[in-house]
């Protein structure tokens, strides 16, 4: 099975952009200098995801580089903004366009390899976001205020763009774009560092974009402070602007980011997310094996649809409590003896109700090859699905995954299943039925249903 080589970016912050979006995106879904069908370079990377294609542009300028605030400190802050932002939001305009028409995308130059990522054009939404460099350390010293050197902006302001101060840029309100900076880049791939949860500010933004007059911010990360602290609890979800219906202009102003980040629920949150990624390593092991040609089975579904994207939906917070919960079965698994099969099987509830997921630890048996085990764990944990499908009728999507337990040995691979079984005919209850007669999945009288709420 051939490998899929990746660009790592070709300079230092285009390099930085691709280790952010791996964190964000993982290793499947983002690809850095993807190309068009003429052999140019189309962005400076590309994330795909269901039906949502992210799209970043890359820029830094030196204009600003040791100029002195004086007199002709407007025309270098023109020539920068023209290059950083104003070119490259026609340059994402035009990557929009070539994406909604249904054109080729390549990895490389010479056009040999595709992008292995289908892009979905039902309902198709386009994030495109530009990432300008080369105003901080001008945007600090212009102003003793300024705490970040992040860039001001505004959306709908009718003021001309050119007669705004510099380091505050105007943008459209029509399909609009979302300009990061130095400052911000690593703030905002940091805490949304699930597409999930990156997605849902940007569609947050948007939608505050398109609902008021104006909307505008003294930094990113400072609009990012007021989408947290602001929570819907009627839809579960948090959101930008306010409650008042009759605003008609938001403006967010400077230092809520570094007031919010001190919080002790920000803090609290922080040290309890470490314990998810124990989840995103799962993900991104078997997604480094796709990528490398040596997974086992059909390595398209992970780049398609297959349990890996599936678990990749999932948001932080919930990794979270999946990730701690598999943690707590892994401490639990009993100490193998006998010649009997050690086995361990752990439900994980997923964040929408129609999904679940299998957690199978299988011992190997005495006696047996490895390929031997791996057949037998296999078959197990297709079981196992099917049988929490008989247990919980209301799971469209179930996700199985087999290892060995951890806790005894040293050296784990993995098994994953994907059952869709939104349609679960007779035949297929009597089928998992019979199957599971002597495994007994779900059959021990010992299940706990639990609920789940933290910060």
Request: charged letters at 30%; aromatic letters at 12%.
């Amino acid at each position: 099975m051939a490998s899929v080589e990746k660009s790592e970016g070709v300079t230092p912050t285009e390099n930085l952009l691709s280790k952010l979006c791996e964190g964000t995106f993982l290793k499947l879904w983002s690809y850095p200098n993807p190309r068009k069908d003429d052999g140019d370079e189309m962005c400076d990377l590309i994330a795909v995801f269901k039906n949502e294609v992210f799209l970043f542009f890359d820029r830094k300028s030196k204009a600003l580089e040791s100029r002195e605030i004086g007199d002709d400190f407007m025309v270098h802050w023109g020539r920068w903004r023209r290059k950083s932002i104003d070119k490259q939001i026609k340059t994402a305009l035009g990557a929009e366009r070539y994406i909604r028409n249904g054109r080729t995308i390549y990895l490389d130059k010479k056009q040999q390899h595709e992008l292995p990522v289908p892009i979905c054009n039902n309902n198709l939404i386009v994030h495109k976001i530009i990432v300008a460099h080369g105003a901080k350390e001008a945007c600090e010293n212009f102003s003793d205020e300024n705490i970040s050197g992040s860039l001001a902006i505004t959306y709908g302001l009718s003021i001309p763009a050119d007669q705004l101060p510099p380091f505050f840029i105007k943008l459209e309100r029509d399909n609009p774009v979302h300009v990061f900076d130095s400052a911000n880049l690593t703030i905002l791939l940091g805490e949304l560092d699930t597409v999930l949860d990156f997605s849902t500010y940007l569609k947050a933004k948007v939608d505050a974009i398109q609902r008021y007059k104006g909307l505008s911010y003294c930094a990113e990360e400072d609009l990012l402070a007021h989408y947290y602290m602001n929570f819907d609890e009627e839809h579960n979800q948090h959101f930008i602007g306010v409650n008042d219906e009759s605003a008609d202009f938001i403006h967010i102003g400077q230092g809520d980011w570094e007031l919010f980040r001190q919080r002790k629920e920000y803090l609290n949150k922080k040290e309890k997310d470490k314990v998810s990624y124990l989840w995103d390593h799962l993900i991104q092991k078997t997604s480094q094996n796709a990528l490398d040609g040596t997974l086992l089975g059909n390595r398209d579904g992970f780049f398609k649809k297959g349990a890996i994207h599936e678990m990749a939906k999932e948001p932080r917070f919930f990794r979270r409590f999946l990730a701690k919960k598999m943690a707590e079965a892994v401490e639990s698994f009993p100490v193998p003896s006998g010649d009997d099969i050690a086995r361990q099987l752990t439900y994980l509830p997923a964040q929408t109700s129609d999904k679940g997921y299998i957690f199978l630890q299988v011992a190997p048996c005495k006696g047996s090859t490895y390929d031997e085990y791996r057949e037998m764990r296999q078959a197990f944990l297709n079981v196992a699905c099917g049988s929490a499908k008989n247990k919980f009728a209301n799971l469209k999507v179930l996700v199985g995954i087999a290892v060995e337990p951890p806790k005894y040995f040293e050296s784990m691979s993995e098994d994953f299943a994907l059952l869709e079984c939104e349609v679960w005919t007779n035949e297929q209850r009597n089928m998992y039925e019979e199957a599971n007669a002597h495994l007994n999945f779900f059959k021990t009288g010992q299940l706990q249903q639990e609920s789940y709420s933290e910060f």
